[in-house]
């Protein structure tokens, strides 16, 4: 049971590059989310998945898109990244009850240049 | 003024203190209130959970919950080196995603 996995663990973009970030979980999970963590910000809301096949935009959407692809992962795309856009991400999921309660995946360390 | 407020630190405390470690909010919806432990390099994770008002505790740590001040708490007793990381409160309302404070970071020195 490898809970929540990202990949990949690191990676440097130019400018105006794309790519996307992968995100599984084997817990069987309805909810999945996307989140930023930036120094003195705390942990940002990208966006969600409350269920398979339903997004919903969080507090920071804007150059970023999601996919459910199924229930058990969910990807964030960068169309044209931007050096605002350096960033750790991580990939979090819950089995979607009143609790909410989130377990996290292992991060994603972004560099745009 | 943001939903949940959490001071940043740094703290830094001596081996075997206790640790305080404080969240306001202003959602007087919340009901589900939560603290993360994040060590350095590392994804946040679960360390207590509490729904409504009260007190939890599990081993040496204690949450407690005061809805009517919107203020929530996690005590650490006989503080280790191994609890230097640092903490995230959450909180939720039924059916929304959690929200998070900024984190506190916490340096327990031997």
């Known amino acids: 049971n490898a809970g929540v996995t990202q990949t990949p663990k690191f990676q440097v973009l130019k400018t105006g590059q794309s790519m996307t970030l992968q995100c599984a979980q084997d817990m069987n999970h309805n909810s999945m989310y996307w989140y930023r963590q930036d120094p003195g910000m705390g942990l940002r809301l990208i966006y969600y998945s409350a269920s398979e096949g339903t997004t919903d935009k969080g507090e920071v959407p804007n150059g970023y898109n999601v996919s459910r692809l199924n229930k058990r992962e969910f990807s964030l795309r960068l169309e044209s990244a931007a050096p605002s856009q350096t960033s750790v991400y991580f990939c979090?999921?819950?089995?979607?009850?009143?609790?909410?309660?989130?377990?996290f995946g292992p991060g994603t360390r972004l560099l745009v240049l | 003024q943001k939903e949940v407020e959490q001071d940043p630190g740094p703290l830094s405390v001596p081996e075997g203190a206790i640790v305080s470690l404080n969240c306001t909010y202003s959602?007087?919806?919340?009901?589900?209130f939560m603290w993360y432990r994040q060590y350095s390099r590392k994804g946040p994770e679960l360390l207590m959970y509490?729904?409504?008002?009260g007190n939890k505790e599990d081993g040496r740590f204690t949450a407690q919950v005061d809805k009517s001040s919107k203020y929530i708490s996690l005590f650490i007793r006989d503080s280790q080196p191994s609890d230097s990381a640092t903490y995230l409160c959450a909180m939720s309302a039924i059916w929304t995603p959690l929200v998070f404070g900024k984190g506190t970071r916490l340096s327990v020195i031997a």
């Open positions: 959602n007087s919806a919340f009901q589900y």
């Open positions: 979090a999921s819950s089995v979607r009850t009143e609790q909410e309660t989130q377990y």
């Open positions: 509490t729904y409504s008002s």
